[in-house]
């Protein structure tokens, strides 16, 4: 039991007045409940609400005038990202040959690290297809966080690459 | 049976410390603590790996539904206020001071400018049951380009932060995130929720 007891309890001064003892402890024992109740509830809300967040730094929208940065085709992976979290990945521009993969971690992360390591410079081109959900951008840009990919660009998908998708039939 | 006498103590405990650092914790908890605003729709943020928080204050958060409704919501009781007299100067509403308070403690919401004023005067259980269309972002109407601008200058140093529901489409966030490149916002927040092990 929680409880305050007072010690002593009326002094004895001048001539003896017996001081009748009233009880002085209280029992605390709802209290104590409802502060525990309280406390466990507050410690589990706060820690449930935190949400994260992710930065993310786009380039700023060319001007007419700009012109497209030249790359080597050679250095320049793409990856499209499709329909029900398939991504399609192919080297080069010219007559691409193209594979398929996913977002696990011996998908996409493999052929990432992979590629990097046979390709010094490489540039990833992220291309979101039409199909592709919220879900898959932010993985594959978490993806490009985890294997430190310092090089990509998210680009718009071109009807190309709409038709590439159609005809691997992966 | 004998009877064996059993000399009975009251076990008794001093819980006083406990109860003290109880509610000293309970307190904390209780200040430290932010209500959860109501927002009209749930989001299932996508998970990652990145582990930056998000800033408390100067937030102008856009919240994408599922079904590609997008929200929107900024923090800052005088700042809203202030916003919607701009917002309502640009599209000649004209806004009450009592709707702008009401527009002050609103949380997120989804609707078009011109059923705004219908909305706010609603009482708050009525608020609830409204269907919000969400913020048009076509581009031939998109009033969502005028709240961020009108809150960029109602308060300089917002950040814009995009919650988006894991299974939305990207041709809805593409066209968010190209209303952002449009008006010189390079730098934009995704919240995500923590990586649940891969």
């Given at each position: 039991m929680a409880e305050i007891s007072q010690g002593g309890g009326g002094g004895h001064k001048g001539g003896k007045v017996r001081v009748k003892k009233a009880s002085t402890r209280i029992d605390m024992t709802p209290m104590v409940d409802l502060a525990f109740l309280l406390l466990t509830f507050f410690i589990l809300t706060t820690t449930l609400?935190?949400?994260?967040?992710?930065?993310?730094?786009?380039?700023?929208?060319?001007?007419?005038?700009?012109?497209?940065?030249?790359?080597n085709e050679k250095k320049v992976v793409t990856l499209l990202l499709g329909a029900n979290d398939k991504i399609y990945w192919y080297v080069g521009?010219?007559?691409?040959?193209?594979?398929?993969?996913?977002?696990?971690?011996?998908?996409?992360?493999?052929?990432?690290?992979?590629?990097?390591?046979?390709?010094?410079?490489?540039?990833?081109l992220i291309k979101p297809s039409k199909e592709s959900r919220y879900k898959n951008m932010v993985d594959i840009l978490d993806e490009m966080n985890?294997?430190?990919?310092?090089?990509?660009?998210?680009?718009?998908?071109?009807?190309?690459?709409?038709e590439l998708i159609k005809e691997s039939n992966l | 049976?004998?009877?064996?006498?059993?000399?009975?103590?009251?076990?008794?405990?001093?819980?006083?410390?406990?109860?003290?650092?109880?509610?000293?914790?309970?307190?904390?908890f209780m200040l430290t603590?932010?209500?959860?605003?109501?927002?009209?729709?749930?989001?299932?943020?996508?998970?990652?790996?990145?582990?930056?928080?998000?800033?408390?204050?100067?937030?102008?958060?856009?919240?994408?539904?599922?079904d590609g409704k997008v929200f929107f919501s900024m923090d800052g009781k005088y700042h809203r206020q202030e916003?919607?007299?701009?917002?309502?100067?640009?599209?000649?509403?004209?806004?009450?001071?009592?709707?702008?308070?009401?527009?002050?403690?609103?949380?997120?919401f989804g609707l078009p400018i011109g059923n705004l004023k219908e909305f706010l005067n609603l009482s708050q259980e009525d608020r609830k049951n409204v269907e919000?269309?969400?913020?048009?972002?076509?581009?031939?109407?998109?009033?969502?380009?005028?709240?961020?601008?009108?809150?960029?200058?109602?308060?300089?140093?917002?950040?814009?932060?995009?919650?988006?529901?894991?299974?939305?489409?990207?041709?809805i966030i593409e066209r968010l995130m190209n209303t952002l490149i449009e008006n010189n916002i390079n730098r934009f927040n995704l919240i995500t929720s923590m990586e649940q092990g891969s």
């Open positions: 609400n935190k949400p994260q967040t992710m930065e993310l730094t786009m380039p700023e929208k060319p001007k007419e005038t700009d012109k497209p940065p030249e790359v521009i010219t007559d691409p040959k193209i594979e398929v993969t996913n977002f696990s971690k011996d998908g996409i992360r493999l052929v990432l690290l992979k590629k990097n390591s046979e390709i010094p410079g490489m540039i990833i985890i294997t430190e990919m310092k090089r990509f660009a998210m680009v718009k998908i071109t009807t190309v690459d709409e | 049976m004998g009877k064996v006498k059993v000399h009975r103590t009251r076990p008794s405990l001093d819980m006083t410390p406990m109860v003290d650092l109880a509610f000293l914790l309970v307190t904390f603590a932010t209500a959860v605003p109501d927002e009209p729709v749930t989001v299932a943020t996508p998970s990652s790996v990145s582990d930056i928080k998000i800033p408390e204050t100067n937030i102008l958060l856009i919240t994408v539904a599922k916003l919607l007299k701009k917002i309502g100067e640009r599209y000649q509403i004209n806004f009450t001071d009592q709707e702008a308070a009401r527009f002050g403690i609103l949380s997120s919000q269309p969400g913020i048009p972002v076509d581009s031939l109407n998109n009033q969502l380009k005028d709240w961020i601008i009108f809150s960029r200058m109602t308060n300089p140093s917002v950040r814009i932060a995009i919650k988006g529901d894991q299974d939305s489409n990207y041709p």
